[in-house]
């Protein structure tokens, strides 16, 4: 794809927690001490300096290596070694403020009041008066920032909305005001202001302490648990109507919106709130979980319906597809395939997007001089020894301490390589608030003092992030990359290794609960739980013959070249573009109410018209019990009144079983009938006939099976077998809500034990659940009544979704006068639409 070929010619509005930009304000040095950030904790005295070990060893054994290089060696992993690159000055929140007012030494109240006064914290009048610029962001999902940065040339109408990343409550009105404008004029972002309780809330709390460790397995009951608290609920709601009012505000016609990650999965309902028209994708980027863990979320119901409001929702993989569409099944009884979900309202498309790298642009960092001069020092270092490396973030989900834990074992199992292997981990500080930190340096601890001698110490442990250039030569220097985590999304660090490995094709062991894991197949697979099958995987790594590295290798970098960032986001952006071309992608919601004055005088000029109604919920009240009675006196009436016109042919389209069309309509003989939804018809004056030939049934047995499991859990629900459908009736039982529960149960029973290897699906209707062959439709019964009918009127009416495909059928026929009109004010592909069962005699009494 050339630079003229853009992705898009319409704006695309990416919406994340945090813009790729923030505000370092220049503060005199006296100042900026009282607003700096809290220096990143240091490796702990229990992890020793390698620098120590190998300088006794040299000293012992001078002849054992060659002299370092001088003045370079003692500097590894130093950041004095290079152009520092120190946080921007921020103002502080009221929550940092409050914290470190507990810390503060207890004043002396002997000494003079002069010697107690503090330093100015006035800060809206410090950052009011100081200098600023906007420098990049360094919170916030990095990878999302340069996969679109990857694409600038090829989409460059995209705006960015989110936060800044820092406290903005406290800054002067005039200081914000000109933050947003500087930030729209000269980086197209809108920042999305917020107080710190709202940030720190829905950020710090919710997402953070709520939602991240549901999403990756870690159920949290426990005392510091935020799952049941409201305030943090209420603070994610907020700034996700924030976002949707600071959207909404600079939203264009034509607009495409994309919204990105837990952090906003409220956020498109309230855009189809405010903007009913437009087009929203929505991207996951860590894993979904499956339904037996979100189901345990309070709050389970509104983030679904808010993800659900998008046309199009992607994810990394399939598996967290499926469990998406399993919950959405489970929860709010919806009928999903793995392509969407069908709501009332609209379709929703499921895609499978998986992230990559910019290999590019990976390539020419690789090649900086820096890069080249640190691997030279870490070969020099670590000559004649094995690398092993990994970089992780100290959260529990990393899996850092189970990957001591296995490579103890492997010390242990494979005494050859004690000596002779260093696993170098670095560990990357988290806002979370764990004591993950003592448990793993404990391990460390004990694996270096029971395996370390006096020149050697197998496992580095740096708490603390080291330079890109540092961390692109430990890659290129590796003999393997152990990357375990316990759950992870995709984990991008696994691509970077490939990428690094130009020349040495070192193996990846990789943990099977990431997502690369599923494009990965020539990565050494691993459960970061087993231990036993880790050590094992690093000896296989560690053992393994040039020959076979190589072509492991290849094929991984294969994929990685193929499946990179700019494919990524241009597919997403592609997908969301079809659905914008799709007229039909979402039903109109402004319709006209029917009435008989608006088409009254085409009728009666047109000479062949034909009338397709639904019994259940158009013609008749819908009933819940599934037994037939004959219909109402006021039905018949209406019906023969009709069907007596010489010009109409009338057709009453039910998913009742024929029997029962007989009892209610059977002495009808000038009506038209269609059964079990299309499989059965009965021209007027005629016999019933099968529209198919050859149905299906084999799959009858196991559903009946599964129907009599939930039934005998139901009191009072039922099963009717009709002749090529079974519905599970849950409307008449003795408690409907657990039956309803129940039936969401079922349905998601059915579709992932039968559903999946066979051509059938099950629909839930009112107080139902039908399973039926997917190709038995009212629109293919439609089609052929209209091989013995040409008409010049048409009319359709329907009330429920499974009335929604004849009326995209009627629609696109070329018909003269067509009208399809639903029962009830919803979303629908109907032209028109009738307040209930009443309004809909009421027209066809009054016609002409």
């Not at 609209?346 to 390539?363: E, K």
């Not at 608006?598 to 062949?608: E, I, S, V």
Request: proline fraction near 6%; aromatic fraction near 10%; glycine fraction near 4%.
């Amino acid at each position: 794809m050339t630079s003229a070929q853009n992705l898009t010619s319409h704006r695309v509005l990416i919406a994340s927690l945090f813009l790729p930009y923030t505000v370092d304000f220049h503060l005199s040095k006296d100042k900026a001490q009282n607003y700096a950030k809290p220096k990143v904790d240091q490796p702990t005295a229990a992890v020793a300096s390698p620098n120590l070990i190998e300088t006794l060893a040299a000293q012992q054994n001078p002849s054992a290596r060659p002299p370092p290089t001088p003045g370079l060696e003692d500097k590894l992993f130093d950041f004095r070694n290079e152009t520092p690159s120190l946080p921007p000055i921020q103002p502080k929140s009221r929550a940092r403020h409050a914290d470190e007012k507990k810390k503060l030494p207890t004043l002396n109240t002997s000494q003079p009041k002069d010697l107690h006064r503090r330093k100015s914290l006035d800060t809206a009048r410090v950052f009011a008066e100081a200098p600023w610029t906007i420098v990049p962001c360094k919170a916030g999902n990095i990878g999302l920032q340069n996969a679109i940065n990857s694409i600038r040339p090829q989409m460059e109408k995209q705006v960015w909305i989110g936060t800044l990343g820092m406290p903005t409550e406290t800054l002067e009105d005039k200081t914000r005001a000109d933050i947003k404008t500087k930030f729209i004029t000269e980086h197209n972002c809108y920042p999305v202001m917020c107080s710190d309780a709202e940030f720190e809330g829905h950020y710090e709390h919710y997402s953070k302490q709520v939602l991240w460790p549901n999403f990756h397995y870690v159920m949290l009951e426990n005392p510091k648990s935020k799952v049941y608290q409201d305030d943090t609920w209420k603070a994610y709601q907020t700034l996700n109507e924030r976002f949707a009012d600071t959207i909404a505000e600079m939203y264009q016609p034509g607009d495409t919106i994309w919204v990105n990650d837990y952090h906003l999965m409220l956020l498109p309902q309230l855009l189809r709130q405010r903007i009913p028209d437009a087009i929203i994708g929505f991207f996951l980027h860590i894993p979904f979980p499956s339904s037996e863990i979100f189901r345990c979320l309070p709050t389970r119901k509104e983030l679904l319906e808010g993800v659900l409001e998008s046309d199009l929702v992607g994810f990394q993989t399939y598996s967290f597809a499926r469990h998406f569409l399993q919950t959405c099944s489970r929860i709010l009884s919806l009928e999903a395939t793995p392509r969407g979900i069908q709501m009332d309202t609209h379709y929703v498309n499921i895609g499978i997007f998986p992230i990559g790298i910019d290999i590019a642009g990976f390539n020419e960092k690789r090649s900086q001089p820096d890069v080249g001069r640190w691997v030279g020092v870490l070969q020099e270092k670590y000559a004649g020894k094995k690398i092993i490396v990994a970089r992780d973030k100290l959260d529990s989900i990393k899996g850092v301490r189970q990957k001591m834990l296995a490579f103890e074992q492997f010390l242990t199992n494979h005494p050859e390589w004690q000596g002779k292997v260093i696993l170098i981990q670095v560990a990357l500080s988290t806002t979370e608030q764990n004591e993950l930190q003592a448990h793993i340096t404990d391990v460390v601890s004990r694996v270096n003092s029971k395996f370390s001698n006096i020149a050697y110490q197998p496992i580095v442990f740096l708490h603390q992030d080291i330079s890109f250039s540092q961390y692109l030569a430990l890659l290129t220097t590796a003999d393997a990359a152990l990357i375990t985590p316990l759950r992870d999304g995709m984990n991008l660090t696994s691509h970077e290794y490939v990428a690094c490995q130009h020349d040495k094709h070192g193996p990846l062991i990789l943990s099977e609960f990431t997502g690369t894991y599923g494009t990965f197949g020539a990565c050494l697979r691993v459960n970061p739980w087993d231990y036993r099958q880790v050590s094992d995987a690093i000896h296989e790594a560690l053992s393994m013959n040039e020959e076979e590295k190589y072509n492991r290798w290849q094929s991984l970098y294969d994929n990685v070249a193929t499946n990179t960032a700019q494919y990524w986001a241009a597919s997403f952006i592609a997908e969301l573009d079809k659905v914008k071309a799709d007229t039909s992608r979402r039903y109109s919601t402004h319709i006209p109410v029917l009435n008989p004055t608006t088409f009254g005088d085409t009728y009666a000029k047109t000479k062949k018209r034909l009338f397709m109604l639904d019994y259940d919920g158009t013609l008749a009240a819908f009933n819940k019990s599934p037994q037939a009675l004959p219909s109402p006196q006021r039905i018949n009436q209406v019906l023969q009144k009709l069907s007596q016109d010489p010009n109409n042919t009338v057709y009453v389209l039910s998913g009742q079983s024929k029997d029962n069309m007989n009892i209610r309509l059977g002495n009808l003989s000038t009506v038209g009938m269609s059964a079990e939804s299309g499989a059965y018809i009965r021209q007027p004056g005629g016999q019933w006939e099968d529209v198919f030939d050859n149905v299906d049934v084999a799959w009858k047995p196991a559903v009946m099976e599964i129907f009599e499991y939930y039934t005998e859990r139901t009191p009072g629900s039922s099963i009717e077998n009709k002749d090529v459908s079974i519905v599970w009736h849950f409307g008449t039982a003795d408690h409907p809500q657990f039956g309803a529960w129940l039936a969401a149960e079922c349905q998601n029973h059915i579709m992932e034990s039968i559903g999946k290897n066979t051509t059938v699906h099950a629909i839930a209707g009112k107080q139902n659940i039908e399973v039926i062959p997917r190709d038995i439709t009212k629109a293919a019964v439609a089609a052929r009544i209209l091989q013995s009918v040409q008409p010049d009127f048409v009319m359709a009416i329907g009330d429920d979704r499974a009335d929604e495909e004849l009326f995209a059928y009627i629609n696109k026929l070329n018909i003269p006068n067509t009208i399809t009109c639903t029962v009830g004010a919803k979303s629908t592909e109907a032209l028109y639409f009738v307040n209930g069962v009443h309004s809909v005699l009421n027209i066809l009494e009054n016609l002409p």
